[in-house]
């Protein structure tokens, strides 16, 4: 097996979202995806001004944004294609396949409509998967792929044992859709999944409510990641151009020295 991304490139043709983030990643060297958990849209915006450069992915909740807006996604959808990153609605559903239907497609939001990719919860069985196929195949969509959750990053969370390793058994059925996992250790041993990791900060361990944060050095080089998933330690920094910087070099600089 090899792990070099020029390599994973040429295995991704049939999964377009993971084609798509790949060439991203190599054309801007960059491994990190920013949480822009604010809830002003001028915040994010402004912050994805400061940071566009050092990303591959701006990963949103849009369900805490207080004065959302069709200029907003506008704005966003423009930034994205001059800067070259993609929109990453962290949504994590977790319902029966026709709940989801409509979560993505209606709504205020309409998610489908403008999010490349999307988190999935898999304990709802597979059925959300081929919900998702569905939608990517036979509506217009902005949807390149989701993710699937196999391991949360809190303290306590049931996202163990068995659960990680069956997550995996969905997204082998269904690889032109699932790009990858949420996991705080390399889930699978396949290079053609990308593998996404929330749960890191430099400084601090903890936020007191149950989030655990470890390094980057301990989430590519150790654990195996692929992505770092990366929020207050930016968002909140003072200078928070220049910290997206040294997460984005340190992270790429980890991923591109692991040979494994
Ligand atoms: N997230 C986690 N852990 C998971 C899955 N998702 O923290 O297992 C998401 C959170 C948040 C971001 O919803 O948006 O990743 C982490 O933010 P932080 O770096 O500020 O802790």
Redesign the pocket.
């Known amino acids: 097996i090899c792990w070099s991304l020029e390599n994973r490139k040429l295995l991704l043709s049939k999964n377009p979202l993971n084609k798509h983030i790949i060439e991203i990643m190599m054309s801007k060297q960059t491994n990190l995806c920013v949480?822009a958990?604010l809830t002003k849209t001028s915040e994010i915006i402004e912050l994805v001004q400061k940071i566009h450069s050092f990303i591959c992915a701006l990963?949103l909740?849009i369900d805490i944004i207080e004065d959302f807006s069709w200029d907003f996604i506008t704005s966003l959808q423009t930034l994205a294609q001059e800067h070259k990153f993609v929109l990453f609605e962290?949504r994590?559903f977790a319902d029966i396949g026709k709940t989801m239907e409509l979560q993505l497609n209606k709504g205020i939001y309409k998610i489908s409509s403008w999010a490349n990719m999307v988190?999935v919860h898999s304990v709802a069985g597979d059925a959300t998967i081929s919900t998702f196929r569905e939608v990517v195949e036979n509506q217009n969509t902005a949807m390149e792929g989701c993710l699937l959750?196999a391991?949360?990053?809190?303290e306590g969370?049931l996202?163990r044992d068995f659960y990680p390793k069956e997550t995996v058994e969905f997204a082998k059925k269904y690889p032109n859709f699932v790009g990858g996992f949420?996991c705080?250790k390399r889930c699978h041993d396949d290079p053609s999944f990308l593998y996404w990791t929330?749960?890191?900060?430099q400084e601090q361990r903890g936020?007191g409510a149950g989030?655990q944060?470890r390094s980057i050095q301990q989430a590519v080089t150790q654990d195996k990641n692929d992505i770092i998933?990366?929020?207050?330690?930016?968002?909140?920094a003072q200078d928070v151009k220049a910290e997206a910087e040294r997460y984005a070099t340190a992270g790429w600089s980890s991923l591109i020295s692991r040979s494994d």
């Not at 391991?151 to 809190?154: A, F, K």
């Not at 929330?198 to 900060?201: I, K, S, Y």
């Not at 998933?229 to 909140?236: E, F, K, L, Y």
């Open positions: 949480a958990d990963k909740h962290d994590k988190t959750i391991e949360l990053s809190t969370a996202t949420i705080q929330p749960g890191v900060n936020d989030q944060w998933i990366v929020g207050r330690a930016i968002t909140s």
